[in-house]
T-cell receptor, first 112, second 112 residues
Framework: SQELEQSPQSLIVQEGKNLTINCTSSKTLYGLYWYKQKYGEGLIFLMMLQKGGEEKSHEKITAKLDEKKQQSSLHITASQPSHAGIYLCGADYTGANSKLTFGKGITLSVRP | DADVTQTPRNRITKTGKRIMLECSQTKGHDRMYWYRQDPGLGLRLIYYSFDVKDINKGEISDGYSVSRQAQAKFSLSLESAIPNQTALYFC???????????FGEGSRLTVL
């Protein structure tokens, strides 16, 4: 069974619309990392969350980690075509900030 | 120049052939990783190394081997390639005690 589930699997939004994607863990996280991938390219680090209830923002992207540290959401405000890509969450289950377990990813398309 | 460089970027080979994928980094990080990405399965860890003398198996190491030739170089070998090893392979690096990974641009391997 998959320890880390991402939803929805894919998403198509109109440019300018807000959207939220989710990452749910079957067990408590020590840390949760969000990455973005352009098709066929490497992953780019977005944000890292470690504390229950933590929220971080960068430009128009906001990520939150729930109090139980088992679910994270990533919210994009006023989406743009540049936001299109695959969003992956990575979980640190050991507390050593070492190897991450990744979800399957969410494909986001933004229509101009 | 890219901080994490993978060669080759694309490779087509036949079943039974030996293949080596190479990764070099200029970030000065001790930790290096090899992941593979498959549609619908996400990113899975093959091997990781926390320093030159440290090599660890990931969740899908069968059929693969690695060599850490220097702090900056980490190679992945397929001794006898098989079609289900067709995938996009990523090398990544990180500093100690952080899950912030820096990825190469990927090596697309096709085994016929």
């Amino acid at each position: 069974s998959q320890e880390l589930e991402q939803s929805p699997q894919s998403l198509i939004v109109q440019e300018g619309k807000n959207l939220t994607i989710n990452c749910t863990s079957s067990k408590t996280l020590y840390g949760l990392y969000w990455y973005k991938q352009k098709y066929g390219e490497g992953l780019i680090f977005l944000m890292m969350l470690q504390k229950g209830g933590e929220e971080k923002s960068h430009e128009k992207i906001t990520a939150k980690l729930d109090e139980k540290k088992q679910q994270s959401s990533l919210h994009i405000t006023a989406s743009q075509p540049s936001h299109a890509g695959i969003y992956l969450c990575g979980a640190d289950y050991t507390g050593a900030n070492s190897k991450l377990t990744f979800g399957k990813g969410i494909t986001l398309s933004v229509r101009p | 120049d890219a901080d994490v460089t993978q060669t080759p970027r694309n490779r087509i080979t036949k079943t039974g052939k030996r293949i080596m994928l190479e990764c070099s980094q200029t970030k000065g990080h001790d930790r290096m990783y090899w992941y593979r990405q498959d549609p619908g399965l996400g990113l899975r860890l093959i091997y990781y190394s926390f320093d030159v003398k440290d090599i660890n198996k990931g969740e899908i190491s069968d059929g693969y081997s690695v060599s850490r030739q220097a702090q900056a170089k980490f190679s992945l070998s397929l001794e006898s390639a098989i079609p289900n090893q067709t995938a996009l392979y990523f090398c990544a690096t990180s500093r100690a005690n952080t899950g912030e990974l820096f990825f190469g641009e990927g090596s697309r391997l096709t085994v016929l």
